[in-house]
Nanobody, 116 residues
């Protein structure tokens, strides 16, 4: 069983930055990709960004100019750098594994609150 532990969330003012981390209990290369999702209060969980085994990154269009996904394969850690944060970025952020054939694994999430 894979364990994912997110951290780095918190309260930040609009315009600020946060870097989220996700430590994975297995090699990131065991999966086809790693992803970040977020879930605003009362809403569905939505895709934010992905990084494949090859290092190719993909973002939801609305966030690609402010968020950066990266990884440290030596530490089995996934990151999400979030810049110029806005109140609408408030929510719980989750990392997940992605397999072409198979179900994802999820972390417990880390909460981000952006005040105006």
């Amino acid at each position: 069983q894979v364990q994912l532990v997110e951290s780095g969330g918190g309260l930040v003012q609009a315009g600020g930055s946060l870097r989220l981390s996700c430590v994975v209990s297995r090699s990131i290369f065991d999966f086809d990709a790693m992803r970040w999702y977020r879930q605003a209060p009362g809403e569905q969980r939505l895709f934010v960004a992905q990084i494949t085994t090859a290092g190719t990154t993909t973002y939801v269009d609305s966030l690609k100019d402010r968020f950066i996904i990266s990884r440290d394969t030596t530490k089995n850690t996934l990151y999400l750098q979030m810049n110029n944060l806005k109140p609408e970025d408030t929510g719980t952020y989750y990392c997940s594994t992605h397999r072409v054939a198979g179900l994802p694994d999820w972390g417990q999430g880390t909460r981000v609150t952006v005040s105006s």
